[in-house]
């Protein structure tokens, strides 16, 4: 594969290896398979979608990455069986799972439909076990593997019209936990990647004005300064990066681990501007004197 800009990692860090990325096909979860692809893992994307996975194959195909697709619904657990199978067939192995795959919007929970609920929680938890549990014995028999979850960080205080979501996550952290120990015998790390905010498709859904067809990007960049103290909106590489650590050999004795990569961003919720206070990248000249 080619050397991106933005790779850090050695182009043949994760040579010989062979990672899935469920959602793999867009926002994050593309940008995962990029960083995973450019260390030199093989990787298969997947989701429901093959309008979502063929474009960005091509696109990892065009830097060199030796990349496939597979059509799955994680949260079906047949559908799941028929994923791992088929990669583990095509690609002779499967080191790395990455769940990344998930469902969310906006509603308020005092008439949030049990459909929309079961869609979310069913996605985001029980698809990340589906997909573990589906992994376990393949990179058993190999004698080990790599399993990481992408969280998030709005369930560590709650996050409102977000019950289904928050709630789910909460789950794949403990469920990462529990594996960790459950599985480290196996040889097998589970860990999870907790993005901040990313301006993935659904989050510039979420700062279009009603009625306008476009995101507010004025808005979206103020909050990017004003709200996450390292002073920007978070990019797909940032969590692909932080994936491709955990997946290395740096990341042989991490397990059971939530690694929070978001600039700041819930730490400092509620707290005064970054640009306001202390010195440094985050501050102004001269503001530690206000
Ligand atoms: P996204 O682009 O909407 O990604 C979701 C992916 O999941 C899509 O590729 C979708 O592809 C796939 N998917 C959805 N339902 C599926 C199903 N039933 N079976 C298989 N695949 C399914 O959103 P994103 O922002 O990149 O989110 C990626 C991950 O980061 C998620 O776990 C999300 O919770 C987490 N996260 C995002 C942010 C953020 O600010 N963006 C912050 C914190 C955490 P198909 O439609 O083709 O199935």
């Known amino acids: 594969m080619k050397q991106s800009p933005t790779t850090i990692f050695r182009p043949d860090l994760l040579r010989g290896r062979v990672a899935l990325v469920t959602g793999g096909g867009t926002g994050i979860g593309l940008g995962i398979a990029a960083s995973l692809a450019a260390a030199g893992a093989e990787v298969a ?6 309008e979502h996975l063929e474009p960005a194959a091509e696109q990892l195909r065009g ?3 030796k990349v496939s697709t597979v059509e799955v619904n994680v949260r079906e657990p047949e559908s799941v069986r028929r994923m791992v199978d088929q990669v583990s067939q095509q690609h002779g192995r499967l080191d790395i799972l990455v769940n990344n795959a998930a469902g969310n919007f906006y509603a308020p929970t ?17 698809g990340t076990f589906y997909c573990c549990q589906a992994a376990h014995p393949v990179m058993k028999a190999q004698n080990g593997g790599r399993i990481i979850s992408i969280s998030m960080t709005l369930h560590y205080r709650g996050w409102p019209l ?6 789910a996550k909460a789950g794949v952290d403990a469920l990462t936990r529990t594996l960790a120990l ?12 907790a ?17 306008a067809d476009a995101p507010d990007l004025f808005g979206m960049e103020q909050y990017g300064a004003d709200s996450i103290p ?22 042989d004795w991490i397990t059971g681990a939530i690694m929070v990569v978001d600039g700041g961003a819930w730490l400092g919720s509620g707290a005064v501007p ?12 001269g503001d530690e004197n206000l």
Not at 162 to 167: D, L
Request: cysteine-free; charged content about 20%.
């Open 45 to 50: 994307i997947a989701s429901r979608k093959s």
């Open 182 to 193: 459950e599985w480290a015998r196996d040889r097998i790390t589970v860990n999870a990647v």
């Open 110 to 126: 005092a008439t949030l439909s049990p459909n929309g609920w079961r869609a979310v929680v069913e996605t985001d938890l029980y």
């Open 162 to 167: 977000m019950a289904h979501a928050t709630a």
């Open 63 to 65: 830097s060199g990455g």
């Open 230 to 251: 390292l002073g920007r909106w978070g990019k797909p590489e940032d969590i692909g990066q932080m994936v491709t650590y955990l997946a290395s050999p740096a990341g």
């Open 195 to 211: 993005p901040g905010p990313i301006p993935t498709e659904g989050v510039k859904q979420a700062f279009t004005p009603p009625g």
């Open 274 to 285: 970054s640009g306001r206070v202390g010195s440094g990248p985050a501050g102004r000249p």
